[in-house]
């Protein structure tokens, strides 16, 4: 995977200088111990960082300033140990550019009945505390992530854990580059978009590349460098000849070999995160970009197929905010092509022409040769798959014409009733929450796309989180979902984002 930075947290305890240098020695010890407890949990993919307690309006402003301009700072969180009174924090606030966690906890568990004294009180005032504190930010419209709990509690720090990920995901929004090669598919407008917009939003730079450059590229692979990629393939993969002749099946891999390496220079090279491809202008390419593309998305690449730009972005920021993660089960673009309306096994097919990330993938990946019904080059080689069971997320971000609204549907995945054997594409199957018929009446009714940024290892609420924190609609279809509430949501959201 293309790694992300190696990012930080910062935990910023909140107090004020009433209290003597006795309390304050005490509100840094606890914070100190807070942090170290949460980095050897285990369950936070990113380092908490202790900072010295902020009490002024100067200190307060410094230290946002300060984790504005820190690259390897992806958040800040902060704690009300005892009262701060909320005036101090107006200024830092309007300045801090970074995710921001309000974590409401306190050192102690539990009240301690029979010590507890005033003194006790007001070094331990986070209920006090939190409601001045929250009052500024709410009041400023300042977005923020809260999150309730005792602090050893291993719930609570797999919360953190999460939204650690979903602040990861903002923060690495602004640095992502998509690739176009060839525009938007013809015709087609789901996947359309106002690609300014889209940088003012999310901090996305979209650029069209003429598709000969990038096929140059190709063409400047070497034959040994492409035939020790070949070689890896036929130790990795199946290979399924069904008949064709070996020699020929061998190069039309090479073909996608090729590719592989020669987008991922040209990408390199000129610093993209993601790419689209175009079936329908490939220029000097010999084959659409199947396997290639299916490796590159599982190396980290964001991919959008026919041009669609949003899909690659998405991919490639859902895989940045998966990175690193334990037991991960994948994350691709996938498209709705097939219901199964069988009562009892109701479903959607998804698939594509050819470009499923294998990192989906459940049991052996065989390599597969097959004409392409549309388009006009030879038969692209693709990896062939089935993905694993379990529940995911499917996102759709659509442009409204004047806004972005991020769809959001909960499904489950499970194994197709039977092969598949004449279908030569990789394939998932789910039944969308909470039900395959509302789930579908709701997806349409939000203006969803066929073509999804798909993940077993996200969940809702840090999408929600993400869209908020870009300033856009979130949409959640969901097991909550009836239609008759998802409609007036929709209009609601409509006259709240405009
Ligand atoms: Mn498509």
Redesign the pocket.
């Known amino acids: 995977m293309k790694a992300a930075k190696n990012y930080k947290f910062w935990f910023c305890a909140g107090s004020q200088d009433l209290y003597g240098d006795a309390v304050l020695a005490n509100v840094a010890a606890h914070t100190k111990e807070m942090v170290e407890g949460l980095n050897k949990s285990g369950l936070l993919p990113f380092e908490v960082v202790w900072k010295p307690t902020l009490l002024t309006n100067e200190l307060i402003r410094k230290t946002f300033n300060e984790a504005n301009i820190d690259d390897e700072c992806a958040g800040v969180i902060v704690w009300c140990h005892t009262f701060s009174p909320a005036k101090s924090w107006i200024i830092g606030l309007k300045e801090l550019r970074k995710p921001l966690l309000h974590f409401l906890t306190q050192y102690n568990e539990e009240i301690p009945y029979d010590e507890i004294d005033m003194d006790f009180m007001n070094e331990n005032q986070a209920a006090h505390g939190d409601r001045e504190w929250g009052h500024i930010v709410t009041r400023m419209g300042i977005e923020r992530k809260l999150i309730a709990g005792y602090w050893t509690d291993a719930n609570v720090q797999a919360r953190i854990g999460s939204w650690q990920r979903t602040a990861v995901g903002v923060v690495e929004s602004s640095h992502i580059r998509v690739m176009r090669i060839a525009d938007n598919?013809r015709n087609v407008a789901v996947?359309e978009g106002d690609k300014v917009e889209a940088q003012i939003k999310f901090g996305w730079e979209v650029d069209a590349y003429p598709v000969n450059e990038i096929a140059e590229a190709v063409g400047a692979v070497s034959e040994s460098d492409t035939n020790a990629l070949v070689d890896e393939y036929y130790d990795k993969y199946q290979i399924l000849l069904e008949g064709r002749d070996a020699k020929e099946f061998r190069d039309k891999v090479a073909v996608q070999a090729q590719i592989e390496i020669g987008f991922e220079r040209f990408l390199e090279e000129k610093n993209y995160q993601a790419i689209v491809t175009h079936f329908g202008d490939l220029g000097a390419l010999k084959q659409l970009p199947g396997l290639a593309i299916q490796r590159l998305m599982e190396k980290g690449y964001g991919f959008g197929?026919?041009g669609?730009w949003k899909v690659a972005a998405m991919v490639r920021l859902m895989k940045v905010m998966t990175q690193g993660m334990k037991d991960a089960k994948g994350t691709s673009m996938l498209?709705d092509y097939t219901y199964n309306l069988v009562p009892g096994k109701e479903g959607i097919l998804q698939a594509?022409?050819l470009e499923i990330c294998p990192s989906i993938a459940d049991g052996p990946i065989s390599i597969k040769e097959q004409p392409l019904s549309m388009g006009d080059r030879e038969d692209p080689a693709r990896l062939v798959f089935t993905s694993k069971e379990g529940s995911g997320i499917a996102c759709s971000l659509i442009d409204l014409g004047t806004r972005f609204r991020l769809i959001i549907n909960a499904v489950d995945c499970i194994k197709n009733e039977k092969p598949m054997p004449k279908l030569p594409v990789a394939t998932n199957f789910w039944v969308p929450q909470p039900n395959l018929y509302t789930g579908l009446e709701a997806w349409i009714l939000a203006g969803g796309a066929?073509?999804t940024a798909f993940s077993y290892d996200l969940t809702v609420e840090q999408m929600v989180d993400w869209a908020e924190a870009m300033g856009i609609e979130a949409v959640v279809i969901d097991k909550n979902t009836d239609i008759r509430t998802f409609k007036n949501e929709l209009r609601w959201n409509a006259a709240v984002y405009r």
Do not use: F, G, V
Request: proline share 0%; hydrophobic share 30%; glycine share 0%.
């Open positions: 598919m996947t197929a026919e669609d498209e594509h022409m066929h073509h």
